[in-house]
């Protein structure tokens, strides 16, 4: 049962981190990223082959940061030159590219097999000791971007992305001009979801492409909305909540085995799918939000 | 060698006419409610399924399943818009694309639960193909690209001859003025998101005898629509079909190079050039594009 609790807890975590990178991407900057898999994929991809080749599972982790933000770079130039539903195409686009360069280079990622056996840290311990060490360092990443994201958002930074999100024009009539803090903010979240992915990697040691579909974006931005968007405890609330009724609905397969696996996929798009209809029609300030941006 | 560059424009052909149909039904949505339909791509799935429903129930008749198609995504787009999409009106581009993309979802699931994961083919009689010089051209594409032409022609004849289809193009260029001459938006709608709806049909049964019926056929084609879309010119009815028919021809010559599983990538490449390059299209909107 603990170690149950603590395999949810951990997959929370992992969910915050991405919620996070959302919340700071458009509940802080206006930017809309349909593509928070992309960077999630080539987090867990990195993390995962430099550990496998032997390296230290920390230089993964911080590689894994570093090619996610430098995979953002482009992006966010492209950014500042976009109209919003421009940037959501074609960040859905680039998620869509990363998974077939996944998919396809098996040289590399092993292709559709995927890569089994990434190195887990702790493993010294116990099972049960693995799991808390392993919480423990998740808790500390989140915290750790939730201090970043606050000393960002409430400092002479943060002040300057709000005026260049309220009003863009008269940002630049005052000579702060958007373009650097767009691609920083970018690179910053794609870093961040960059680590949600190898902490997933390496916690789950087995990755595979179709853990990388779009839909895990679509995840995200229901957490962030059921959380509040711009909401920073919400974050952990709405990935909490999406992640409890994903285990709810693992129940649901117990207590019917008839219906595994692939009819409760199907079951899990309808959810997500109305979830998010009734939200954005009734309630799109989430659960605990007050401010939606349109 | 040649022979095959020319075998693999055909095939882009008739592949580039669906993704026109599908950039058709993407740009009449933008024109009028301005934001990017990603539940496009699922109800062209909805019409592929239907026709799947038609030949699971005993009926090879194309034409019936056709039929069957269009009523489906025909009913189904109007109610997207009826008991959706009529409530957000106003609220931003990013509720109506969030939502948007809730009922691709949704409808997916849906398809998925009842129809299962599995692979189906329309079973249509196979014909001795055309030769010429060496080029090799169905019977089966012919005709599929006279139905994506012949559709089309008459989603334009709608558009361009018919009073409702005059006032449909009112509301998309200025609702406000439309409103003034005694054009009530709302009375355009449905008839409009049953175009779509009858437009997506038409595209779905087409990718569905060309390729294979899955339920993600129609979403692995959004990206592609878009393209097309954006290429063609956001809102240009034109502009779309034309941009689809270009970037299919494109898609299927670049495979060689590529390989397959890139194909859908070299639409994402075109995308980006395009935005970087020429971000209103190549038949340029009126719209202001950033």
Redesign the interface.
């Given at each position: 049962m603990l170690s149950y609790l603590l395999a949810i807890l951990i997959i929370v975590g992992v969910y915050t981190l991405l919620t996070q990178c959302l919340n700071l991407h458009y509940g802080f900057m206006g930017l809309i990223n349909f593509g928070v898999v992309g960077f999630f994929a080539i987090g867990a991809y990195t993390s995962a082959l430099i550990a496998i080749a032997g390296y230290p599972i920390l230089l993964g982790v911080l590689g894994a940061i570093v090619l996610a933000s430098l995979s953002a770079w482009p992006l966010g130039v492209l950014a500042t030159r976009l109209r919003e539903d421009y940037l959501a195409i074609v960040t859905l686009g680039f998620a869509e590219v990363v998974r077939i360069v996944v998919t396809s280079e098996s040289w590399l990622t092993n292709g559709v097999q995927g890569l089994p056996g990434i190195p887990q840290p702790f493993s010294s311990l116990g099972p049960n000791a693995q799991g808390l060490a392993f919480l423990g360092i998740v808790l500390a990443c989140n915290l750790a971007v939730l201090a970043l994201i606050m000393r960002l958002a409430h400092g002479p930074f943060g002040r300057l992305v709000e005026a260049i999100r309220d009003d863009e024009v008269a940002a630049s009539a005052l000579g702060k001009y958007p373009t650097g803090p767009r691609i920083q903010i970018f690179m910053i979240g794609a870093g961040i979801a960059g680590l949600a992915g190898a902490l997933y990697g390496h916690y789950i040691s087995y990755i595979v492409p179709d853990q990388f579909v779009p839909i895990v974006t679509f995840y995200v931005w229901m957490a962030m909305i059921m959380g509040g968007v711009g909401s920073l405890p919400g974050s952990f609330i709405g990935a909490a909540i999406l992640i409890g009724l994903f285990e709810g609905t693992r129940f649901i397969d117990d207590a019917f085995p008839g219906s595994i696996g692939v009819e409760m996929a199907s079951l899990r798009l309808v959810f997500i799918g109305l979830a998010l209809v009734l939200f954005m029609r009734f309630r799109p300030q989430g659960i605990m939000g007050t401010r939606m941006q349109s | 060698m040649l022979t095959m560059y020319f075998n693999l424009v055909v095939n882009g052909i008739v592949l580039g006419l669906v993704i026109g149909l599908a950039a058709l039904a993407l740009t009449l949505v933008y024109a009028v409610a301005r934001?990017?339909n990603a539940a496009t791509g699922d109800m062209i799935t909805v019409g592929a399924y239907a026709g799947i429903g038609v030949q699971v129930l005993g009926s090879r008749n194309t034409l019936l399943q056709g039929s069957a198609a269009i009523a489906a995504c025909t009913i189904l787009s109007m109610a997207y818009y009826w008991f959706?999409f009529r409530?957000?009106r106003g609220?931003?581009?990013?509720?109506l694309?969030?939502?948007s993309?809730?009922?691709?979802?949704?409808?997916?699931?849906?398809l998925?639960?009842f129809a299962?994961?599995e692979q189906f083919v329309f079973q249509i009689p196979l014909v001795e193909p055309y030769v010429i010089y060496g080029v090799i051209i169905q019977a089966s594409d012919l005709w599929l690209a006279v139905v994506a032409l012949l559709s089309v022609v008459a989603t334009f004849a709608i558009l361009f001859l018919t009073p409702i289809g005059r006032r449909m193009r009112a509301v998309a260029d200025n609702r406000d003025l439309a409103r003034a001459s005694g054009i009530r938006a709302e009375s355009v709608m449905i008839p409009l998101w049953g175009i779509v709806g009858a437009v997506s049909a038409i595209a779905g049964i087409i990718l569905g005898i060309k390729t294979v019926v899955m339920p993600e056929t129609g979403?692995l084609l959004l990206?592609p629509s878009?393209t097309a879309m954006?290429l063609g010119g956001l809102g240009s009815p034109i502009g779309a079909v034309l941009a689809g028919i270009a970037l299919g021809v494109a898609q299927e010559v670049a495979s060689p190079f590529v390989?397959f599983?890139?194909k859908?990538?070299v639409?994402?490449l075109v995308?980006?050039v395009l935005?970087?390059v020429r971000?209103q299209g190549l038949f340029g909107s009126l719209e202001e594009?950033?």
């Open positions: - | 934001f990017p959706v409530y957000l609220r931003g581009m990013v509720a694309l969030l939502t993309i809730g009922l691709a979802l949704f409808t997916r699931g849906i998925s639960f299962g994961h979403w990206l878009f954006i390989g599983t890139y859908i990538a639409s994402f995308l980006l935005l970087i971000p594009v950033r």
